[in-house]
């Protein structure tokens, strides 16, 4: 099974995808996907998927899990990505954390932060934890796990090799863990070290290769790492990139605002982010509204006070939520207005 969340960011609802491509409502049948609903999947069997909702409109996906708690890396995983790298193949895994807050929707922009000049990429095969896990052995390792996902873990190399400590800062910045389109269930996998990967920037195949080639893999990494710490239901284990990253290339080259990645792995779906730079409050604000609006004709912002999940006029107007002055935010065009009192002060301001 297919499972899956989608909605306005911090407001994403349960869904799963059938055999036609269609999204079906999740939401009468589990309150998330993640959590206990992860720990014990039996539920899915009494899951009639014909007699699921269709979710009509087009919708923006979210990261496939909620509520993870741990989202733990493994770096150097591939012989020849570390040989790109200038670097040995570990003798043990190597481990660090890249924040939850990272975590976006498998379409969500990747924002190039504030002081950045190497934003690089890295499609890598994501395990989501079904079971609780304390050592376990290989031999075990796969039943605690619920399934797979697509992740991008987007670095960015200076804040990560030039700054020193630990590669954690350079990880974790928003919007650099893009997950998902889906959480595929581990029955529909049938070995996940036969996975074809890939990843294009702006049509030009950068990383073309397979989960084969990992040093340490699935069963090794979950097993290993329940030695140090319990893996709790929807945490999420990024297994390493194969080679293809931009750091490697001579000369090394890194995302710019205009850029387009591609990326997916054989059976887990794709993703495609546009890539944009770090923007101030009120630039933000407007270009999610007008993402908001092109993604059906309504107001998607949360906690929109102006039109809470109603239908929205087309152009001029596109709607968005503000805190500046108390107000809603609207877009006009190129200008950025203030809602006061029903009425709309337009400003000089051109925002794209």
């Not at 990645?261 to 770090?278: D, F, M, P, T």
Request: proline share 6%.
């Amino acid at each position: 099974m297919k499972l899956l969340r989608y909605g306005a960011a911090g407001s994403e609802k349960p869904g799963l995808l059938d055999d036609n491509g269609h999204i079906r409502d999740l939401g009468g049948v589990v309150d998330d996907i993640g959590g206990q609903w992860l720990a014990d999947l039996a539920w899915m069997r009494d899951v009639d998927i014909a007699g699921l909702p269709v979710v009509e409109e087009p919708q923006r996906l979210g990261p496939c899990v909620a509520g993870t708690g741990k989202f733990i890396c493994i770096g150097l995983n591939f012989a020849d990505h570390a040989a790109e790298a200038g670097l040995e193949v570990p003798p043990e895994p190597v481990i660090f954390m890249k924040a939850t807050s990272a975590m976006s929707g498998p379409n969500d922009d990747i924002v190039i932060p504030k002081g950045s000049s190497a934003t690089d990429w890295e499609v890598e095969l994501g395990v989501v934890i079904g079971k609780h896990a304390k050592h376990v052995s290989q031999d075990e390792a796969l039943d605690h796990v619920a399934g797979y996902c697509v992740v991008n873990d987007v670095s960015e190399r200076d804040f990560q090799n030039k700054r020193s400590g630990q590669w954690t800062k350079g990880k974790s910045c928003d919007s650099f863990g893009p997950t998902g389109p889906w959480l595929v269930t581990r029955d529909e996998i049938a070995d996940p070290q036969q996975l074809a990967m890939w990843l294009s920037v702006n049509g030009e195949t950068m990383q073309n290769g397979s989960s084969a080639t990992m040093v340490y893999g699935v069963a090794h990494l979950v097993s290993y790492l329940s030695q140090f710490m319990t893996l709790h239901p929807g945490d999420i284990v990024s297994t390493g990139t194969p080679p293809g990253v931009g750091q490697g290339l001579k000369p090394p080259r890194y995302l710019k605002p205009g850029d387009m990645v591609e990326l997916g792995i054989e059976g887990l779906g794709s993703q495609r982010q546009s890539v944009r730079a770090h923007a101030s409050r009120a630039t933000s604000v407007a270009l999610r509204a007008r993402r908001c609006w092109r993604a059906g004709g309504r107001c998607l912002a949360t906690g929109c006070r102006a039109f809470p999940g109603k239908a929205v006029a087309g152009p001029p107007f596109r709607h968005a939520l503000s805190r500046q002055g108390g107000a809603d935010l609207h877009v006009r065009d190129k200008q950025i207005g203030f809602t006061r009192r029903g009425g709309v002060r337009p400003t000089r301001r051109t925002i794209w």
